[in-house]
């Protein structure tokens, strides 16, 4: 029982990273149309940032807000000079551009940061000594940095709900999302709200690929493969242009990934079924999930006139 | 003014001829002289071209995309390598079965396809390439028993008079991928040209109009993403015939992302576009990566360590703006200003035919 407990802990706290960087993708999705295939690596540069300032001295939570910031201003300034243009091109060009992102975000953080394919040791803003955990019943330890992690995460979210239902931006950005052509109709300048989803993605992004890196204690070229993947695969579970269904798919995902990689050990014998095999079996539960509900479980359905 | 030129006219029967015989020479030219390291890579870059054909014929000209044939190359891979070493079998023999297994395999895969598009097939593609290696290790682990497979070491046949040397089995396999390269093309291009090529098309344009037509739309999907497979396959059974070792990271979704960055990049939906994107990426991407290091002009840290993947990445994202049709699209448009190819005119009978039957009609 304490068991299943201390899974399903830890994980929430990985599942809460999953849905932070999958509401990264959806905020874009649902106002493009587009998958961020270079989210992840844009994140992930921004992250060897927050290292570089936190190593001349600045205290780490400032170093995760200023590269933040800087991923915000980066994301509106690629958003505006090259998947805007890219776009009034052809309906592959944003696909590629994202892919070239990717590609060179990854290796221009192997440029600037010596030891970056190896891995840099990054620290974590929460209290992360041996004994900082509560003792749960049935023997279950949580961890203080889970709680951080699980409650910034939280906070993000919960400001995010907050920006698209209670502002004037939040709802011109929900406008774009319904249709684009009526927000423009109706006098939203949708231009400036696209750019303004690829700054919060990344900003968003960038925080959670932080978390990542403080939960691993460090950061490499490799950190966020496996970290975009399965939150690709949250925001698609939940439906790519819903929020609230990013957050739930990433937290079942965690959820799922985890008891996946400890549980079965003790039955089905580790060589059919192990760690790396986690995220296979996340993906077969998330096809099963489609086959029955194509556009997600909190995605809407879109009628096709012919 | 520009030329034109009729289809199907002598003119432009000798225009595909000096094509074909251009390319045929460059070909002999390399064969006769060019050192077995060279001939390799030219054998790399078919191979890719015969992967990026498979993704066109699925994503150009079916319109369903898949981020998921490394996976079915790999599969081909694997199968072939551990045929021949493990069950002796003939590597002829396990180009056919590797190419049935990626048949049945990419249908399977094409069954969730069905319901899913943009997007959401993307992904489901991707976890398909991302669990590829997962189970090629377990395979290399549990059946295998060694961390890699051995490649097929293919042997060039007696009858093409070349001995088991490495200069001879590179003109060997420079040869065989060509040949495989016109084999891959020339399905293509004919599935394209036929009936079942329109519906292809029709199914991609617009699903519910193609299912009015008459198209058996779950058949025509399925069937797409098999042959797709196949077709992938034979590029992963060239890979085994060419690499000594395969493992596990032989093919992971970057090489997905390859195939896919090649057929973009040479113009999807069109039937040399996959060719032409192959040649350009694979060659673009060896000039960076045996030249970047030697280039003093970039400033200091750039000039060493990962720069050639930064900058194929910057030249995939700015041929995005300079030709955004791929380069196929920008050679036609060029070319155009030359010379257009104008359909065949409407046989005389057919006209007359519809001309009688509209006068009777009232």
Redesign the interface.
Same mark, same amino acid.
């Given at each position: 029982m304490g068991d299943i407990l201390q899974y399903f802990l830890n994980g929430l706290a990985r599942g809460s990273i999953y849905s932070l960087v999958a509401l990264g993708l959806v905020v874009i999705?649902q106002g493009t149309g587009h &998958?961020n295939f270079a989210q992840g690596e844009m994140s992930l540069f921004a992250t060897f940032g927050a290292w570089w300032i936190n190593d001349h001295g600045v205290p780490l939570w400032l170093s995760i807000l200023l590269a933040a910031s800087f991923a915000f201003v980066g994301g509106g300034v690629i958003e505006f000079g090259?998947i805007r243009?890219?776009a009034k091109?052809?309906p592959?060009?944003v696909?590629?551009?994202t892919?070239? !992102?990717?590609?060179? +975000?990854?290796? !221009?953080s192997?440029? &600037?940061f010596k030891g970056a394919a190896t891995g840099l040791s990054f620290g974590t803003i929460f209290p992360n000594k041996p004994k900082d955990f509560f003792r749960l019943p049935g023997g279950a330890v949580w961890r203080y940095e889970n709680i951080g992690v699980l409650l910034t995460v939280l906070v993000i979210t919960a400001l995010l709900f907050l920006l698209f239902r209670k502002t004037k931006v939040g709802l011109a950005m929900r406008m774009v999302a319904n249709n684009a052509d009526s927000a423009k109709l109706s006098g939203v300048p949708t231009n400036k709200v696209l750019m303004l989803s690829w700054a919060l993605s990344a900003a968003i992004g960038t925080i959670g690929c932080a978390l990542v890196a403080g939960i691993n204690t460090n950061v490499s070229l490799g950190t966020m493969f496996g970290v975009f !993947?399965l939150a690709?695969?949250a925001a698609?579970l939940g439906g &790519?242009d819903s929020p609230l269904g990013a957050v739930v798919g990433g937290l079942s995902l965690g959820v799922i990934e985890s008891f996946v990689t400890n549980y079965p050990k003790d039955w089905w014998a580790s060589?059919y079924i192990g760690a790396?095999?986690a995220?296979?079996a996340a +993906?077969v539960i998330? &096809?099963v999930v489609?086959?029955a509900r194509?556009?997600?479980l909190f995605g809407s359905t879109h009628v096709?006139r012919? | 003014m520009a030329i034109t030129i009729t289809e199907s006219s002598a003119k432009h029967w000798a225009l595909r001829f000096v094509g074909v015989a251009t390319l045929a020479g460059i070909a002999i030219y390399f064969a006769s002289g060019a050192a077995p390291s060279t001939l390799g890579k030219i054998t790399e870059a078919c191979t890719l071209a015969i992967a990026a054909i498979a993704l066109n014929l699925l994503l150009g000209f079916n319109g369903q995309i898949s981020l998921g044939h490394s996976a079915f190359a790999g599969l081909a891979a694997f199968t072939a390598g551990y045929s021949v070493n493990a069950w002796h079998w003939n590597p002829w023999l396990s180009l056919l079965i590797s190419c049935a297994v990626c048949f049945a395999f990419g249908m399977l895969v094409g069954l969730?396809a069905l319901?899913?598009?943009g997007?959401?097939l993307? *992904?489901?593609t *991707?976890?398909v390439a991302?669990?590829w290696p @997962?189970?090629a290790?377990k395979f290399l682990n549990?059946t295998v028993k060694q961390s890699t497979l051995t490649g097929m070491k293919l042997k060039p046949p007696t009858w093409t008079g070349l001995a088991n040397n490495r200069a001879d089995r590179a003109l060997f396999l420079f040869w065989l991928s060509i040949t495989l390269l016109i084999v891959a093309y020339v399905v293509v291009r004919n599935i394209r040209k036929s009936r079942i090529g329109r519906s292809l098309v029709a199914v991609r344009d617009?699903e @519910?109009?193609a299912a009015?037509m008459g198209v058996n739309l779950p058949l025509t999907k399925t069937i797409t993403f098999g042959i797709s497979a196949s077709l992938a396959g034979l590029a992963g059974w060239l890979t085994a015939a060419q690499l000594t070792t395969l493992d596990e990271n032989s093919f992971t979704i970057l090489t997905s992302?390859k195939y896919?960055?090649a057929l973009?990049?040479g113009g999807?939906a069109t039937l040399a576009g996959p060719v032409v994107g192959a040649f350009v990426y694979y060659f673009v991407d060896d000039l960076l990566k045996t030249n970047a290091p030697h280039w003093d002009f970039l400033p200091g /840290?750039?000039s060493?360590? /990962?720069?050639a993947?930064?900058l194929?990445?910057?030249v =995939?994202?700015a041929? =995005?703006?300079i030709a /955004? @049709?791929g380069f196929v699209g920008l050679i036609k448009s060029q070319t155009r200003r030359i010379a257009i190819v104008v359909p065949r005119p409407l046989r005389h009978s057919t006209v007359a035919e519809a001309s009688v039957e509209e006068s009777e009609s009232p």
């Amino acid at each position: 029982m304490g068991d299943i407990l201390q899974y399903f802990l830890n994980g929430l706290a990985r599942g809460s990273i999953y849905s932070l960087v999958a509401l990264g993708l959806v905020v874009i999705y649902q106002g493009t149309g587009h &998958l961020n295939f270079a989210q992840g690596e844009m994140s992930l540069f921004a992250t060897f940032g927050a290292w570089w300032i936190n190593d001349h001295g600045v205290p780490l939570w400032l170093s995760i807000l200023l590269a933040a910031s800087f991923a915000f201003v980066g994301g509106g300034v690629i958003e505006f000079g090259l998947i805007r243009p890219a776009a009034k091109k052809s309906p592959f060009a944003v696909v590629v551009v994202t892919i070239g !992102l990717f590609q060179a +975000f990854n290796s !221009l953080s192997g440029l &600037l940061f010596k030891g970056a394919a190896t891995g840099l040791s990054f620290g974590t803003i929460f209290p992360n000594k041996p004994k900082d955990f509560f003792r749960l019943p049935g023997g279950a330890v949580w961890r203080y940095e889970n709680i951080g992690v699980l409650l910034t995460v939280l906070v993000i979210t919960a400001l995010l709900f907050l920006l698209f239902r209670k502002t004037k931006v939040g709802l011109a950005m929900r406008m774009v999302a319904n249709n684009a052509d009526s927000a423009k109709l109706s006098g939203v300048p949708t231009n400036k709200v696209l750019m303004l989803s690829w700054a919060l993605s990344a900003a968003i992004g960038t925080i959670g690929c932080a978390l990542v890196a403080g939960i691993n204690t460090n950061v490499s070229l490799g950190t966020m493969f496996g970290v975009f !993947l399965l939150a690709s695969a949250a925001a698609i579970l939940g439906g &790519l242009d819903s929020p609230l269904g990013a957050v739930v798919g990433g937290l079942s995902l965690g959820v799922i990934e985890s008891f996946v990689t400890n549980y079965p050990k003790d039955w089905w014998a580790s060589t059919y079924i192990g760690a790396d095999t986690a995220t296979a079996a996340a +993906f077969v539960i998330i &096809l099963v999930v489609l086959l029955a509900r194509p556009s997600g479980l909190f995605g809407s359905t879109h009628v096709e006139r012919v | 003014m520009a030329i034109t030129i009729t289809e199907s006219s002598a003119k432009h029967w000798a225009l595909r001829f000096v094509g074909v015989a251009t390319l045929a020479g460059i070909a002999i030219y390399f064969a006769s002289g060019a050192a077995p390291s060279t001939l390799g890579k030219i054998t790399e870059a078919c191979t890719l071209a015969i992967a990026a054909i498979a993704l066109n014929l699925l994503l150009g000209f079916n319109g369903q995309i898949s981020l998921g044939h490394s996976a079915f190359a790999g599969l081909a891979a694997f199968t072939a390598g551990y045929s021949v070493n493990a069950w002796h079998w003939n590597p002829w023999l396990s180009l056919l079965i590797s190419c049935a297994v990626c048949f049945a395999f990419g249908m399977l895969v094409g069954l969730p396809a069905l319901r899913l598009k943009g997007s959401y097939l993307a *992904l489901v593609t *991707l976890a398909v390439a991302f669990v590829w290696p @997962t189970v090629a290790r377990k395979f290399l682990n549990q059946t295998v028993k060694q961390s890699t497979l051995t490649g097929m070491k293919l042997k060039p046949p007696t009858w093409t008079g070349l001995a088991n040397n490495r200069a001879d089995r590179a003109l060997f396999l420079f040869w065989l991928s060509i040949t495989l390269l016109i084999v891959a093309y020339v399905v293509v291009r004919n599935i394209r040209k036929s009936r079942i090529g329109r519906s292809l098309v029709a199914v991609r344009d617009n699903e @519910t109009a193609a299912a009015v037509m008459g198209v058996n739309l779950p058949l025509t999907k399925t069937i797409t993403f098999g042959i797709s497979a196949s077709l992938a396959g034979l590029a992963g059974w060239l890979t085994a015939a060419q690499l000594t070792t395969l493992d596990e990271n032989s093919f992971t979704i970057l090489t997905s992302i390859k195939y896919l960055l090649a057929l973009i990049l040479g113009g999807a939906a069109t039937l040399a576009g996959p060719v032409v994107g192959a040649f350009v990426y694979y060659f673009v991407d060896d000039l960076l990566k045996t030249n970047a290091p030697h280039w003093d002009f970039l400033p200091g /840290p750039l000039s060493n360590g /990962p720069v050639a993947s930064f900058l194929l990445g910057a030249v =995939v994202i700015a041929f =995005v703006f300079i030709a /955004p @049709t791929g380069f196929v699209g920008l050679i036609k448009s060029q070319t155009r200003r030359i010379a257009i190819v104008v359909p065949r005119p409407l046989r005389h009978s057919t006209v007359a035919e519809a001309s009688v039957e509209e006068s009777e009609s009232p």
